[in-house]
């Protein structure tokens, strides 16, 4: 079966610092993983995939992931927190036929000026 | 615009008494679900379609309907509410569901936050 974890309800961040978001998967077969994020009163937005190829995959508003397939994570980072990155973050893996999401529990991110 | 949209955004109703929720994306994907969102549980999906007339489960279907007649559409139905279907619910799409395209990211609708008192 696959599954997603967030290990953490919230993080918290002064602005200028970097931010990690944590997620680690439970696949059969090859991961397919992705990350959105939601803004109050919005629905989600993409921000990046990872599918195969390089372990570091770029995405939107300057964030980045990490797939780390030994350590079955694929955690969110950006080197310089902003205020408006505040949000809360979904981690997402596709099932083997790619019909199926499995959405994380979310982890709320917390940029403080 | 490329969007996603749902209605009511919000709707306040009873218990038993039948209500619908629309989706409709203008982007002529495939592929469309429906989520519900509930603090410390994420997102679930309740139903998917892969194409008209092509709909099947998800992990929480109990209490809900969909269908799909046109490719554009997929309604989410509750023939009988019960207050633990109070949620806020997201409808996606995504685009072609065969070769490179499984792997495309979904678009979401804004929202419907439905209370069942």
């Known amino acids: 079966a696959q599954s997603v974890a967030q290990p953490e309800d919230q993080v918290n961040v002064a602005e200028g610092n970097p931010l990690t978001v944590k997620c680690t998967y439970s696949?059969?077969?090859?991961?397919?993983l992705f990350w959105y994020v939601q803004y109050p009163n919005r629905g989600l937005q993409f921000l990046l995939k990872y599918i195969t190829g390089d372990n570091l995959v770029k995405g939107s508003y300057g964030f980045e992931a990490e797939f780390n397939k030994s350590q079955t994570s694929f955690h969110l980072k950006k080197p310089s927190a902003l205020v408006s990155d505040s949000a809360l973050y979904f981690c997402?893996?596709?099932?083997?036929?790619?019909?199926?999401?499995?959405f994380g529990s979310g982890t709320k991110l917390n940029v403080k000026p | 615009e490329a969007q996603v949209t749902q209605n009511p955004r919000y709707l306040i109703t009873v218990t038993g008494k039948k209500l619908t929720v629309t989706c409709s994306q203008n982007m002529n994907h495939e592929y469309m679900s429906w989520y519900r969102q509930d603090p410390g549980l994420g997102l679930r999906q309740i139903y998917y379609?892969?194409?008209?007339?092509?709909?099947d489960k998800g992990d929480v279907p109990e209490g809900y309907k969909v269908s799909r007649k046109e490719k554009r559409n997929f309604p989410l139905i509750l023939e009988s509410p019960s207050p633990n279907q109070t949620s806020l619910y997201f409808c996606?799409?995504?685009?072609?569901?065969?070769?490179?395209?499984?792997?495309?990211?979904?678009?979401f609708g804004p929202g419907t936050r439905l209370t069942v008192l």
């Open positions: 696949v059969s077969g090859n991961p397919y």
């Open positions: 379609s892969m194409n008209v007339e092509v709909t």
């Open positions: 997402a893996v596709i099932n083997y036929n790619f019909n199926k999401f499995y």
């Open positions: 996606a799409s995504r685009g072609s569901s065969t070769g490179t395209g499984v792997y495309n990211e979904q678009f």
